[in-house]
């Protein structure tokens, strides 16, 4: 079942450039940075009420999120949604016609589970679910 939204992903170029943003113009605060090396990102963190912001820098040009700013430039790239049983999740928007980025959840940042359904299948928009590790 998802309970919430968790967080919104934003693609950016440079954290370094961004971080101020978020930090200056917002008055938010980073609380966590992090290398995701299986997704080939640096991730930043913020903060919003119970939802998090979580901005995107690719390291590598083979980077799926290089390849979205490429396309897309920088922007919104995911919703996340927190899920009770993230493996129901999946079954259940595969039953319902959904294709699925990965059949299996992976350990994405924060040490939580995550896996995505591919955007062509959901009007758009790259939709993550995620659920603690110990899910
Ligand atoms: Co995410």
Same mark, same amino acid.
């Given at each position: 079942? *998802?309970?919430?939204?968790?967080?919104?992903g *934003?693609a950016?170029r440079s954290l370094?450039?961004?971080?101020?943003?978020?930090?200056? @113009? %917002? !008055? %938010? &605060?980073?609380?966590?940075?992090?290398?995701?090396?299986s997704?080939?990102? #640096?991730?930043?963190?913020?903060t919003?009420g119970e939802?998090?912001l979580?901005? %995107?820098?690719p390291?590598?040009?083979?980077?799926?999120?290089?390849k979205f700013?490429?396309k897309? !430039?920088?922007?919104v790239?995911h919703v996340?949604?927190?899920?009770?049983?993230? #493996?129901?999740q999946?079954?259940q928007a595969a @039953?319902?016609g959904? &294709?699925?980025?990965?059949?299996?959840?992976f350990?994405g940042?924060? !040490?939580k589970?995550?896996?995505?359904?591919?955007? &062509?299948?959901?009007?758009?928009?790259l939709?993550?679910?995620?659920?603690?590790?110990?899910?």
């Amino acid at each position: 079942m *998802i309970t919430r939204i968790d967080h919104l992903g *934003i693609a950016v170029r440079s954290l370094d450039a961004t971080i101020p943003y978020y930090e200056q @113009a %917002l !008055g %938010l &605060k980073c609380e966590h940075r992090e290398e995701v090396l299986s997704q080939k990102v #640096r991730t930043a963190f913020f903060t919003v009420g119970e939802v998090h912001l979580e901005l %995107l820098e690719p390291t590598s040009p083979d980077s799926p999120v290089a390849k979205f700013i490429e396309k897309n !430039g920088e922007g919104v790239h995911h919703v996340a949604f927190a899920s009770s049983d993230i #493996r129901a999740q999946l079954g259940q928007a595969a @039953a319902a016609g959904c &294709k699925l980025i990965h059949e299996q959840p992976f350990e994405g940042a924060a !040490g939580k589970l995550v896996a995505f359904l591919h955007p &062509k299948s959901t009007h758009g928009v790259l939709t993550e679910f995620c659920a603690p590790q110990a899910n």
